[in-house]
């Protein structure tokens, strides 16, 4: 199909999305991935009554998500709307007394802290800072507000926004670096850092008028001078700071590690004052590896945190620790702490406390599944509680959990189950009809025999309307990561009931390097990125060729993004006569210069046993452009001009190999789009084109 062929597809599709009649079903595409209402951030009000959360619905005339604002009760009655402004609403934070909810907004034309009554009545705004709010957090007390702000670590807000101006108008464009990071992830580095600033506020509470609360103090920056950022770049966000339980200092987590910060791990819990009056200290510096995520237990006497052992690696398993509190906190040595969770083989991803201070939740990959777990404090015994789909937003509501579920078949609804364990309670069923609309593929996982003779797990998912006499093409999806999943979770960039609506079988190999299979499979890979995941891939394909004899062996495409992109060209030449096609997003030809274009160094050092100089065979020894010799299969190549992670000269390399080799190719190029493609009209353009490429060269 021909580019203006694609752009009258996309159009008709924006302009008809979501209008087919009552009654009516039709096999899932992208247009109904986007229209999935999404669901997060779910927050249990004070008396365990009700939850507030945050509901995403796509806006294909702005070509964006757009955020709302919902309540519930715990009971799964009384579902309604609480804000409904044009604008973006977020971050919902109950009051102390629950009669209201602070959230940030951006209805008044920037990022800042709002008030609503849950009862009724305007929003109102809490504060007028001068730069955008990121994040939000309330003291135990009600009356101070924890927010993050991007500032030039030395000045005020005030001082950034000025100089901020300065910069704009100035009529020269250069920027001059004496350190890393340039940029990262999609961002061009200024020198601005995300500091944790507290928010003096004037609270009544029990008084119904949002208005009772209103900022009343100045922006307070308890990170002061620190040259790091917090929350974490690029990806953290609330969870990366707490208040105190008596609410007079702030946790936070943060990676101050000067002009190795683009090769460190390091990052460590922090207590300051929340009035300025002295400097940070470092309450973890006997761990120099990452610790994170700081939450207290009910009773104040520990702070539970997440950490890592072996500095450097960013999937090293995260065990729950604890620390006493406040000696912990005073004495900030590895005395105070206990690792709760060491003898656990899975590596921890939240902590929710009980209200009896007894257990801990938490949520961790476990065997394609991201089950819920609940961990004894004195005797570390785990207990699983939810152990299939995809498990988020953990909180407490009186005996109950409330916790948001997906699986490959449903987007994310709130459901509740007992602390003691059992069957889960649906609260919400807000894509319950978008869901019964889209046919959608049957899944199931299967194990195989893989590398070294060991057990490796994948899923299948059937085509939509699935006929075991017929013989369907393959859609063979590589995940990322490397240290990664595909697994049972409802996935909205790369969604295999895209595949299966489109009359194809998909199959994803958790292959050597994966997470959820213990520590050890996932450590697996260091040094041999082309060596066991390919054997595993290998041979978990060929497994399902013979498990399921409805699919045709002869009509395989293999489809990866990043890693899994790397994988592509790696397999195209290392196993260029299996597939009739391939598609690589975002991956790497030449693993040696990819080091010197990324900024998270620690990646590949860690990876490929150091840098390229001091062990250039950790970056020869499975390097995709030594083979372009053996490549002859087809392939489609897509990339993100503002993809920072694994650069776009490594797509367009990818693309001039190709072509200079007169094999089939294409690229798709989105100057603006990340490592991720986001907006939703690029997002249907990229479902288009990689369907019409497996057609081209599967259904002939």
């Known amino acids: 199909m021909n580019r203006h062929m694609i752009l009258l597809r996309t159009t008709t599709a924006l302009l008809l999305c979501g209008v087919a009649s009552a009654g009516e079903s039709h096999p899932f595409s992208v247009h109904d991935m986007l229209a999935m209402d999404r669901i997060s951030d779910a927050q249990v009000s004070p008396d365990a009554s009700r939850i507030a959360f945050v509901r995403r619905t796509t806006d294909l005339e702005a070509n964006r998500g757009r955020t709302d604002l919902w309540l519930v009760n715990v009971d799964g009655k009384g579902l309604r709307q609480l804000t409904s402004h044009p604008s973006g609403d977020w971050n919902p934070r109950w009051s102390k007394d629950g009669m209201s909810i602070w959230f940030l907004s951006t209805r008044s034309g920037s990022s800042q802290v709002w008030r609503i009554a849950v009862d009724g009545g305007e929003a109102t705004q809490v504060t007028d ?165 700081p939450v207290f237990s009910p009773d104040g006497k520990w702070l539970a945190y997440l950490a890592m052992e072996r500095p450097g690696y960013e999937s090293d398993r995260f065990v729950i620790t604890l620390m006493s509190w406040p000696s912990g906190g005073r004495a900030g040595n590895a005395a105070a702490t206990r690792a709760l969770t060491s003898a656990w083989d899975r590596s921890a991803g939240s902590i929710t406390w009980s209200n009896d201070g007894r257990t801990i939740f938490t949520t961790a990959a476990n065997v394609g599944q991201r089950s819920l777990f609940a961990i004894d404090t004195k005797s570390s015994t785990v207990r699983t509680l939810v152990r299939d789909g995809s498990v988020g937003s953990v909180q407490v509501a009186g005996d109950r959990i409330v916790y948001g579920l997906d699986t490959l078949r449903t987007p994310v609804d709130l459901f509740s189950v007992s602390i003691r364990g059992g069957e889960g309670t ?5 894509n319950a009809d978008k869901v019964a609309a889209a046919r959608m593929g049957d899944y199931e996982q299967f194990t195989f025999r893989g590398w070294n003779d060991e057990e490796v797990h994948g899923y299948v998912v059937k085509p939509v309307d699935f006929d075991a006499i017929k013989k369907y093409p393959v859609a063979f999806l590589i995940h990322g990561g490397p240290q990664g999943s595909f697994g049972n979770h409802f996935h909205y960039r ?66 990866g993004a990043s890693f899994g992109g790397f994988m592509i060209n790696w397999i195209s030449g290392n196993w260029s006569d299996r597939f009739r096609c391939l598609v690589n997003h975002d991956g790497n030809l030449d693993e040696r210069m990819a080091y010197y274009d990324t900024e998270e160094l620690w990646f590949p050092e860690w990876d490929h046993h150091g840098t390229p100089w001091d062990n250039p065979d950790g970056y020869a020894h499975h390097n995709p452009i030594d083979f372009v010799k053996n490549w002859r299969t087809p392939m489609l190549v897509v990339h993100g001009g503002r993809d920072y992670r694994v650069v776009d000269t490594q797509g367009m390399s990818t693309f001039t190999a190709l ?42």
């Open 129 to 293: 800072l001068p730069l955008d709010v990121g994040t939000l957090a309330v003291s135990p007390t009600g009356d101070h507000l924890a927010v993050s702000m991007e500032v030039f670590p030395d000045i005020s807000p005030a001082a950034t926004k000025k100089k901020l101006d300065e910069i704009a108008a100035a009529k020269t464009t250069g920027r001059i670096y004496d350190r890393m990071f340039i940029r990262h992830w999609d961002t061009w580095k200024d020198g601005r850092r995300a500091h944790v600033f507290v928010v003096p506020v004037g609270v009544r509470e029990g008084i119904h008028a949002p208005a009772a609360a209103a900022a009343s103090g100045t922006a307070v920056d308890v990170m002061m001078a620190m040259d790091a950022d917090c929350p974490v770049k690029p990806f953290g966000g609330a969870e990366d700071y707490t208040f105190t339980p008596d609410g007079r200092s702030i946790v936070f987590t943060a990676r101050d590690a000067g002009s190795k910060e683009p090769w460190s791990t390091d990052f460590d819990l922090y207590v300051a004052p929340i009035d300025g009056s002295q400097a940070p200290t470092c309450i973890t510096s006997a761990n120099e590896a990452w610790d994170a995520n």
């Open 426 to 430: 649906p609260i919400t069923r807000l």
């Open 494 to 559: 790369w969604n295999p009931q895209a595949y299966t609506g489109a009359g194809y079988a998909a199959v994803m190999i958790d292959f050597h390097g994966s997470t959820g299979y213990g520590q050890a499979f996932c450590d697996s890979i260091r040094g041999d990125w082309g060596g066991k995941p390919l054997v595993d891939l290998q041979k978990g394909l060929a497994a399902a060729l013979k498990q399921y004899a409805w699919m045709d062996g002869d009509n395989v495409a293999a489809l």
């Open 659 to 700: 072509q200079r080799r007169g094999i089939p190719s294409k690229l798709l190029y989105f100057p603006d789009e990340n490592h991720w493609v986001l907006q939703p009209a690029n997002s249907i353009l990229w479902h288009d084109t990689v369907i019409d490429w497996l057609d081209r060269w599967t259904k002939r």
